[in-house]
């Protein structure tokens, strides 16, 4: 059958199964609106910026797993969109993000809203497409879709110029496609498998790491099993939360920057580190010299790159994290040696006195709010199911430590590259996924300044998700630094002249709620939450000189935190 | 240690690129570059020669050129026994007496002379990136007009061969 490439590209929506296209129209796009228009069976979600399109796309993506879809315009249609393209590479976030371009003859003529989209997101993609011929389009929006979400998935940019919307090819659904050049690896080599079982089994102090991989992998029910058969203290890295039950004892807390004093401890001072879908990040990592000094490393993950980039490891695996760890229980069933319960035991008894420490009480007698006071409640109140996005900073630190996630795809981050404003409208995705489900926001007053815009698109589509922002009245996380590390020149830091957040939020219809006493945290989370189809924005406002602790300082060792001081 | 990187890759506008911006933006060095079709159209090859240090780094850039979606094979030729060409012509000035003595001397080198003018010759010469040194340092500096040089192109040797 002909289409034209605009029917092309809906059809192609349709039969790839896409439910929700994050969109904003324009020039370059305006034969696909078209056809949006004549057709119901993708929903199109109309975003107030397209940075807010892609940090929604986003967040539907994070918290099911199935790839978040974005459609813009040319030009300023396309950078728009950039940060959020960069957000989702850097934690490998399935997506594909649809950019319109000036017609094919028109390339390179510096014509009205052209920009080279292919060029300037190319080092923020997993791959990028132009499509020059009518013809080609079904088949490269396949690649599109197969690139972004097999492997270690990413985002992947399909530029279509004008006039093939408009020109006409035959069309039939490519089910599948071919890609000689790529073909990523899924299952972990046998003899690699061994040979870490070995390791893990002969380990007297043991300690598994965590990381994003495992909750991209779907991989949490074999994680638990592996880790609860063997009896492993475990970390996890930022983006790792919620694969592995929070509340569960084996688990140590996030480790890194600002990890718990246990797990810290646990990873400096263990003999055989398990790193599973983790990449080794600056911020977990420290000081490469000072890492893991007694251990042997075992690295299973999907990306053979991320392997031995940072850390040398002694037993790399590359496949599928399911798939190994799937192997790994297979192999530890048949396996005469079994883990050595006594050292085991020692090693349990060491880790209990770091813990002991209690490194995230915090002064719970304070006249202010404390920040960590409201998760904690809040946490009590939604029995840690909540999906929870967050904005950066401290307050994103803080929702991490005190905020423990019972399941994957709850915890909705930008953690690779720290994108203040995410927060927002990747709850708004999170919801349109979820609309049964309790949905918030934690913020900061400078970060939800960032695409605040959003309301307006939680207004027109009736999202009731919950904006806890904790109003400490400062860029805290800078101020932070600039406390500890720059003789406290607060430098540009202090938020003077932030808005009414209640009045603002209520005149894009929603309801406001301010709160400034210790007392009536509670009782204005439980009015909130019990608003079921409003959304409710909470401006909390908290003690602005309250800190994130512990804390690892960039370039020390695991073992050299710094720890609240309680008076 | 000086690396050469042969590759395969889809022949797409775009896979240059995507291969120069991985080096630029990882802030890996790129001592010479040869790319262009094979055999087969639809695949070009490209060779690189890098000079890193640590090792891990050169790991790490073939790993990296494995990751991007157009390439279709990486091979690190300096990993096994190859042979290694690249091409140079070189203009230079070419009067009286000096004609005769630039001809043994392009000789001795095997080169070709490809192209005479009444002052001036220009040589053909191949082989590894030392011979080719080794004959602009046998030439009187003033002597020379223009030099262009390819990168080195690799091959290994034996039965072994890098195709799809
Ligand atoms: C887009 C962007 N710009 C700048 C930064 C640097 N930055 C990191 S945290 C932070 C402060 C965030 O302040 P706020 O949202 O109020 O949160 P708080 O730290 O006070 O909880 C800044 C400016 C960033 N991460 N993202």
């Keep these: 059958m002909e289409l034209t490439g605009a029917q092309i590209l809906c059809r192609f929506l349709k039969d790839e199964g896409v439910e929700y296209l994050f969109g904003y129209p324009g020039g370059a796009v305006l034969f696909i609106y078209d056809e949006l228009y004549k057709q119901d069976a993708v929903k199109h979600i109309l975003p107030r910026h397209e940075q807010g399109a892609t940090h929604m796309a986003d967040g539907y993506a994070r918290s099911t797993g199935k790839p978040g879809v974005v459609?813009?315009?040319?030009?300023?249609?396309?950078?728009?969109?950039?940060?959020?393209?960069?957000?989702?590479?850097?934690?490998?976030?399935?997506?594909?993000?649809?950019?319109?371009?000036?017609?094919?003859?028109?390339?390179?003529?510096?014509?009205?809203?052209?920009?080279?989209?292919?060029?300037?997101?190319?080092?923020?993609?997993?791959?990028?497409?132009?499509?020059?011929?009518?013809?080609?389009?079904?088949?490269?929006?396949?690649?599109?879709?197969?690139v972004a979400t097999s492997g270690r998935p990413g985002p992947v940019v399909v530029d279509i110029p004008k006039d093939v919307t408009a020109l006409k090819a035959d069309?039939?659904?490519?089910?599948?496609?071919?890609?000689?050049?790529?073909?990523?690896?899924?299952?972990?080599?046998?003899?690699?498998?061994?040979?870490?079982?070995?390791?893990?089994?002969?380990?007297?102090?043991?300690?598994?790491?965590?990381?994003?991989?495992?909750?991209?992998g779907e991989s949490s029910e074999e994680l638990r099993q592996l880790v609860q058969q063997l009896g492993y203290p475990i970390t996890s890295t930022l983006?790792?939360?919620?694969?592995?039950?929070?509340?569960?004892?084996?688990?140590?807390?996030?480790?890194?920057?600002?990890?718990?004093?246990?797990?810290?401890?646990?990873?400096?001072?263990?003999?055989?580190?398990?790193?599973i879908g983790a990449r080794f990040d600056d911020r977990v990592v420290g000081d490469v010299k000072k890492f893991c000094p007694k251990a042997k490393i075992i690295h299973i993950d999907i990306d053979p790159a991320s392997i031995s980039k940072v850390v040398k490891v002694h037993v790399p695996i590359v496949g599928g994290v399911k798939e190994v760890l799937g192997e790994l229980l297979t192999a530890l069933k048949s396996s005469e040696q079994q883990a050595?319960?006594?050292?085991?035991?020692?090693?349990?008894?060491e880790i209990e006195g770091w813990r002991a420490k209690k490194c995230l009480s915090y002064d719970n007698s304070s006249e202010l709010i404390k920040p960590q006071m409201v998760l904690e409640t809040f946490h009590k109140l939604t029995n840690g199911d909540a999906y929870v996005a967050s904005d950066v900073g401290q307050h994103q630190m803080f929702a991490?430590?005190?905020?423990?996630?019972?399941?994957?795809?709850?915890?909705?981050?930008?953690?690779?590259?720290?994108?203040?404003?995410?927060?927002?409208?990747?709850?708004?995705?999170?919801?349109?996924?979820?609309?049964?489900?309790?949905?918030a926001c934690i913020t900061g007053d400078g970060s939800i300044m960032m695409c605040i815009q959003e309301l307006a698109t939680a207004k027109q589509y009736g999202?009731?998700?919950?904006?806890?922002?904790?109003?400490?009245?400062?860029?805290?996380?800078?101020?932070?630094?600039?406390?500890?590390?720059?003789d406290k020149n607060y430098s540009q830091t202090y938020l003077e002249a932030l808005p009414d957040f209640c009045k603002l939020a209520e005149s894009f219809g929603h309801v406001g709620m301010r709160i400034d006493k210790p007392g009536d945290v509670e009782g204005a989370l439980k009015e909130a939450l019990a608003l079921k189809d409003r959304l409710v924005f909470m401006d909390f406002i908290t003690d602005p000189s309250e800190n994130v602790y512990p804390m690892m300082e960039a370039g020390k060792g695991h073992n050299e935190m710094l720890l609240r001081e309680l008076a | 240690m000086r690396h050469i990187?042969?590759?395969?890759?889809?022949?797409?506008?775009?896979?240059?690129?995507?291969?120069?911006?991985?080096?630029?933006?990882?802030?890996?060095?790129?001592?010479?570059?040869?790319?262009?079709?094979?055999?087969?159209?639809?695949?070009?090859?490209?060779?690189?020669?890098?000079?890193?240090?640590?090792?891990?780094?050169?790991?790490?850039?073939?790993?990296?050129?494995?990751?991007?979606?157009?390439?279709?094979?990486?091979?690190?030729?300096?990993e096994g026994e190859h042979v290694e060409r690249a091409m140079m012509l070189i203009k230079v000035r070419a009067t009286g007496a000096r004609r005769e003595e630039l001809k043994r001397l392009s000789d001795i080198f095997r080169g070709r002379i490809l192209d005479v003018s009444n002052s001036t010759y220009t040589i053909e010469v191949t082989g590894v990136g030392a011979k080719l040194d080794a004959f602009i340092d046998a030439l009187e500096p003033k002597s020379i007009l223009e030099v262009v040089r390819s990168g080195a192109l690799g091959i290994g040797r034996g039965t072994k061969s890098l195709r799809i």
């Excluded at chain 1, 399941?407 to 919801?431: E, Q, V, Y």
């Design chain 1, 171 to 216: 069309y039939v659904y490519p089910a599948e496609v071919e890609m000689r050049s790529y073909s990523p690896v899924t299952r972990g080599h046998g003899g690699q498998i061994r040979k870490a079982l070995k390791l893990m089994l002969g380990a007297k102090r043991p300690m598994v790491y965590s990381g994003g991989g495992v909750v991209l």
């Design chain 1, 400 to 439: 991490a430590q005190y905020y423990p996630f019972k399941d994957p795809r709850h915890w909705i981050n930008s953690g690779g590259l720290g994108t203040m404003g995410f927060g927002l409208p990747a709850a708004l995705g999170a919801k349109f996924a979820h609309p049964d489900e309790t949905v």
């Design chain 2, 5 to 78: 990187i042969a590759m395969l890759m889809e022949n797409e506008p775009g896979s240059l690129s995507r291969v120069a911006g991985l080096f630029s933006a990882r802030g890996y060095n790129i001592h010479s570059l040869c790319v262009a079709p094979t055999d087969d159209p639809t695949v070009s090859r490209l060779t690189l020669v890098t000079r890193e240090e640590d090792e891990g780094i050169v790991e790490q850039i073939t790993k990296q050129l494995n990751k991007l979606v157009d390439v279709i094979k990486v091979l690190d030729l300096t």
């Design chain 1, 463 to 486: 999202l009731p998700v919950k904006i806890i922002s904790l109003n400490n009245g400062y860029l805290g996380m800078v101020r932070q630094w600039q406390e500890f590390f720059y």
């Design chain 1, 239 to 275: 983006m790792g939360l919620g694969a592995y039950p929070g509340t569960d004892h084996q688990f140590v807390g996030m480790l890194g920057m600002h990890g718990t004093y246990e797990a810290n401890m646990a990873m400096h001072g263990c003999d055989v580190l398990v790193a």
């Design chain 1, 340 to 349: 050595d319960k006594a050292a085991l035991a020692t090693w349990w008894e």
């Design chain 1, 71 to 146: 459609l813009v315009t040319s030009g300023p249609g396309a950078t728009n969109a950039v940060t959020g393209i960069a957000t989702a590479y850097m934690d490998s976030i399935p997506m594909v993000i649809i950019t319109g371009q000036v017609p094919t003859q028109a390339i390179g003529s510096d014509a009205f809203q052209e920009v080279d989209s292919v060029g300037i997101t190319r080092p923020c993609v997993k791959h990028n497409f132009l499509v020059k011929d009518v013809k080609d389009l079904a088949v490269t929006l396949k690649k599109a879709f197969h």
